[in-house]
């Protein structure tokens, strides 16, 4: 038998996304608060976070900004609709007892 767990988040639950530097392995925050600075450099050791002008960048801003969007709309339109991810969910076998 396996047994499946299933993550569903709230997209107002979202608040940051973490990304890891790719030479030191610190993590920065991309809050989604938008008065909030980017960091594009490692705090750490100056690499940059993620090169300027490739496609990741773009759609990792471009996800930041859809998520304060959609966070924003739900709040002043009070739309009554449930909004949530599903993350993959994970498996791992049971045994029984
Ligand atoms: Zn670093």
Redesign the pocket.
């Known amino acids: 038998m396996t047994l499946e767990t299933r993550q569903i988040i709230e997209v107002g639950d979202i608040d940051s996304i973490s990304l890891e530097?790719?030479?030191?392995?610190?993590r920065v925050m991309w809050t989604i608060q938008p008065e909030r600075q980017l960091l594009m450099e490692?705090?750490?050791?100056?690499?940059s976070i993620c090169p300027d002008g490739t496609d990741v960048r773009r759609s990792l801003i471009a996800f930041l900004q859809s998520a304060r969007a959609l966070t924003q709309a739900l709040k002043v339109e009070r739309c009554p609709v449930g909004v949530r991810l599903s993350l993959t969910p994970t498996t791992r076998p049971v045994t029984p007892s």
């Open positions: 530097c790719p030479t030191c392995h610190t490692c705090p750490s050791c100056r690499t």
